[in-house]
């Protein structure tokens, strides 16, 4: 077993390796020190990514672990290095840490308090490695090219589903997110699957185009849920499209009575282009809202507060799901409901599944809710029905 | 661990909708184009539907996924479980895939003592003096620890009422497969996933109030017969009783949620249970009735009556 210790401190790095003899029940160990980012670096590509766990100090007197951290991520040759951070910071850093190292998909063993427990760290660390053989094995199956997206697109094979979203004062409706399903004759094909196909296939304003007419269309026929807001999904590329935006405006203007809002998601890298920027005007000023999707998910969202004129928030739902148990999920969404009020906009919860997660938004004075708990989506052909039980109080959320 | 798709032959599923639609077309008065207009009308799927189409439809020539011809069939105040589940050679066939499915070379039947001989499968309710010993090694084989508290002695029959269990046997009574679901609501349901109710909670929640989702809690089966077997139970329940909209499965076991991944169900989330300091995947799916009626594979399977799979079948 190869076991590199990354650590400024010399006696640290002493006690780490006396502990792993100590604890080790494997004689054939083997250790290697380094006392910064860059030796580290060095044994690394020394030892050809030949490690079997990396321990590494976050905070060194002339460089810091993220940079190891980093190097890792780019080269994914190494990024199967099992992990463990260690650190004298505060908890709210260490997990931070994890959250980063988690979404660089590296392979964390944890991220460890000063002073740590080496025998904790090694058995954590043999225990993971065992998992990770073994949910290898059994991802396998996921395959994703048997669909012919190009076919799908042409055959239309789209069906629209709508989630309600909820004043969370006065129980009422305020409108419906549309939510896109493809199928092929096996069943129904979700998001997850053919947005990437779409993006391979340079399809993205296209599919956009066509959601948003069949939308529209949707909208306009189907009484009884036409005075309810329409919330549709862009991207910023879509922005880019001037025909599109022509195509939303001009429709905005024959219908006035419809209430349009889009919500945008995507890069700070798309957005900032100052023909993303123009479409976004263009957009305001023919009354047509603008709510910002996936908010928290991003790092640069709050660069984007500051250049758009948006009406909504949306927090997404990896946040709110779990802020009953989650405290910094729960720090998130307070702190971003607070923002929101103080710049007077207004705010979506998505993800609510529980009656405990509902009522801390309420107090938090979040606007709108969204999630299971109120309806999953619902197929076009069955929303007038839901909207009748919703409004006649036959609904699970509103028996309470 | 492959998991077979049934080799199945697009011509039956073909012919049933055909003769449904001439049906419905004669039925209603209808032209080709009569149904086109209308179908257009109805549903913005039909927006680039042609008279020509039709013809192939109803021809056999062609058919429109399952997804569209639900919409059909519901236009005209029907479901596809109707269409398909009455039509005779439909079921046959299905029951017959299955039953193939096992005969198949290279269908490694990994079971000890199992060789692919017949079986026979009873539903337990709690009352059944069995209960508490086939129940003890369902929750065995899930390994879910979120299940154990209804195997504590202090549960009460009542208290489990609302489950269902299903078990399979071969010969010498040795058990080859199960399945354990109850019905609940979605409410309950979402509360149970993430954690904010046990399941003691959710059975008794079951009792009172009006159920509206199924819940599979496990589904085994030591051969892919016994397996799709074990799947059918649960999905001829929910295609028969009309006040069920979704299905929905909460299990630990790794191998139905490869199952349910490989007929292209989106999982829902994934919650570690931490359990006698070793952490445990929860996998959660829910999917409404009409994805489950859309889902090939799935829809196969609810058309089958449980007595029609084995000679040998018991107790259902």
């Known amino acids: 077993m190869n076991i590199l210790i990354v650590d400024d401190q010399k006696f640290i790095r002493e006690a780490i390796k006396a502990d792993l003899v100590e604890t080790s029940v494997e004689h054939d160990l083997q250790m290697f020190e380094a006392e910064d980012a860059n030796q580290g670096i060095e044994t690394i590509v020394a030892t050809e990514g030949n490690i079997d766990l990396l321990i590494l100090d976050l905070k060194m007197n002339n460089s810091d672990g993220m940079e190891v951290i980093n190097f890792l991520s780019v080269h994914a040759c190494y990024s199967d290095i099992p992990l463990a951070v260690i650190s004298s910071s505060d908890q709210r850093t260490l997990e931070l840490v994890s959250s980063i190292v988690s979404s660089l998909k590296l392979n964390l063993v944890g991220v460890f308090e000063k002073p740590i427990n080496v025998g904790f760290i090694l058995a954590q660390a043999t225990r993971l490695q065992n998992q990770y053989g073994n949910e290898i094995d059994v991802n396998e199956s996921v395959n994703t090219s048997d669909y012919d997206i190009n076919k799908l697109l042409e055959d239309e094979q789209v069906l629209l589903c709508f989630q309600p979203q909820i004043n969370m004062k006065s129980k009422r409706i305020i409108g419906f997110e549309v939510l896109a399903r493809m199928y092929d004759e096996n069943g129904y094909i979700y998001p997850d699957t053919f947005l990437p196909l779409i993006d391979k296939a340079g399809l993205n304003v296209e599919f956009s185009m066509m959601i948003i007419a069949k939308a529209f269309k949707f909208w306009e026929n189907e009484t009884g849920v036409t005075n309810y807001r329409l919330s549709i999904n862009v991207t910023a590329e879509d922005l880019i499209c001037d025909s599109l935006i022509d195509y939303i405006i001009s429709y905005k203007k024959a219908h006035t009575h419809i209430n349009l809002i889009l919500e945008l998601t995507e890069s700070q890298k798309v957005i900032n282009q100052a023909c993303v920027l123009n479409s976004i005007a ?119 | 661990m492959v998991y077979k798709i049934y080799s199945y032959q697009k011509a039956v599923i073909m012919r049933v909708f055909s003769s449904f639609l001439r049906k419905v077309r004669t039925e209603h008065d209808l032209s080709q184009e009569g149904l086109r207009a209308l179908l257009n009308e109805r549903s913005h799927s039909f927006d680039s539907l042609d008279t020509i189409s039709i013809s192939r439809w109803e021809r056999g020539i062609n058919t429109p996924s399952l997804t569209k011809q639900s919409e059909i069939a519901e236009i005209f105040d029907d479901d596809l479980f109707n269409i398909y589940s009455s039509n005779a050679d439909f079921v046959e066939e299905c029951s017959s895939f299955i039953q193939l499915s096992s005969c198949v070379k290279n269908d490694k039947v990994t079971h000890p003592y199992y060789k692919n001989e017949q079986y026979y499968t009873q539903s337990m309710l709690p009352e059944h003096a069995d209960f508490e010993s086939m129940l003890e090694l369902c929750l065995v084989y899930e390994g879910n620890p979120r299940l154990f508290p209804t195997r504590q002695k202090m549960t009460t029959t009542e208290s489990l009422k609302p489950l269902t269990l299903v078990s399979a046997f071969c010969s010498l009574n040795q058990l080859v497969g199960h399945c354990l679901f109850c019905k ?81 169900i989106p999982m829902f989330k994934v919650k570690p249970i931490e359990h006698q300091s070793k952490i445990i995947q929860n996998y959660s799916f829910i999917m409404s009735r009409s994805e489950v009626m859309a889902n090939r594979n799935m829809l196969m399977l609810s058309v089958i009556p449980t007595r029609k799979i084995q000679p040998t079948n018991v107790g259902i």
């Open chain 2, 184 to 264: 609940v609501t979605t409410k309950a349901l979402f509360e149970f996933m993430n954690s904010s109710i046990d399941i003691l909670e959710l059975l008794n929640i079951a009792k009172q109030d009006r159920a509206n989702v199924l819940v599979v809690l496990s589904s085994f089966g030591v051969s892919s017969q016994i397996d799709n077997h074990m799947m059918s139970v649960y999905l001829n329940q929910l295609a028969t009783d009309k006040a069920i909209e979704y299905l929905s499965f909460s299990t630990c076991d790794s191998k139905l949620k490869q199952k349910l991944m490989q007929m292209k």
């Open chain 1, 282 to 400: 263009r957009l305001i000023i023919n009354d047509i809202g603008i709510s910002l999707d996936d908010f928290g998910k991003s790092y640069s969202t709050y660069e984007r507060l500051d250049t758009i004129p948006f009406n909504e928030i949306k927090i997404d739902r990896s946040f709110v799901c779990d802020i009953d148990t989650n405290k910094q999920h729960l720090l998130i969404v307070e702190s971003t409901i607070a923002l929101a009020k103080k710049m007077s906009v207004s705010v979506v919860a998505e993800g609510i599944e529980t009656e405990s997660v509902l009522n801390i938004l309420d107090e938090l004075g979040c606007d709108i809710g969204q999630g299971y708990l109120y309806s999953p989506p619902i197929e076009g052909r069955y929303l007038k029905a839901w909207v009748n039980r919703y409004v006649h109080k036959d609904t699970a959320i509103n028996e309470h």
